[in-house]
């Protein structure tokens, strides 16, 4: 079982994620620029598991103390964040669920100057933080009730070949099929998908779009 530190964990998507881990049995950090907002909500998640899997601490103590670091932020908030757990996140493998959307209109994609969240967090943290892409696609509500089967698959994208079969294995503890997407620059689509799924769900009143890939082997 893995240690993993949820950066971004208070919010919606990153406690699922959290949820979901803790529930399959790996240690979960909860991290948040406010170490006692990151408690409270390790304290919820622990309550809905009926066990103690979920601790909270600050955004640089829970990536020092983690073996492997989500960051699951608004775009907003992505650089700044990435400067509190640069030092912690050395060493480690650093998914990055951020989907940069247009701040005036949250349908449309961002286009980040750096190509993508994840082509701007790998240059960021340096060569010896291993970026991984993932995970923007996945609907909150899906991932918040643990019986739940997703039916979705995720987009991995990295340049780090091991590091990116270490997503593949979390996805499906999480409950899904993940798929080696190739390198980080290919990251901009999975996140430019995030505002397509938006509208889809806008669409059909719905809040859980999500993607299937067809023509895989499973």
Not at 22 to 34: E, L, N, P, Q, V
Request: aromatic share 4%.
């Amino acid at each position: 079982m893995t240690t993993i530190a949820v950066i971004g964990g208070t919010g919606k998507e990153g406690k699922g994620l959290a949820l979901r881990w803790a529930h399959a049995g790996h240690s979960i950090i909860i991290g948040s620029r406010d170490a006692a907002r990151a408690e409270t909500a390790a304290s919820e998640l622990n309550d809905l598991l009926n066990k103690d899997a979920v601790r909270g601490l600050g955004n640089a103590d829970a990536a020092q103390a983690a073996e492997v670091v989500v960051l699951s932020v608004p775009y907003e908030a992505h650089r700044a964040t990435l400067e509190m757990i640069k030092d912690g996140a050395q060493g480690k493998v650093l998914i990055d669920v951020t989907a940069p959307l247009d701040p005036a209109n949250k349908k449309k994609a961002y286009r980040v100057p750096e190509g993508s969240a994840g082509v701007a967090a790998q240059q960021f943290l340096g060569e010896n933080v291993r970026v991984v892409s993932a995970f923007q696609n996945v609907s909150y509500t899906h991932l918040s009730n643990v019986e739940e089967d997703l039916g979705c698959d995720v987009l991995v994208c990295g340049n780090d070949k091991a590091a990116k079969q270490t997503v593949i294995a979390l996805a499906k503890d999480a409950g899904m099929a993940a798929f080696n997407a190739g390198p980080i620059e290919n990251s901009v689509v999975a996140e430019g998908l995030t505002a397509v799924l938006i509208n889809i769900n806008i669409a059909f009143k719905i809040k859980n779009a999500g993607i299937h890939l067809t023509g895989v082997p499973r």
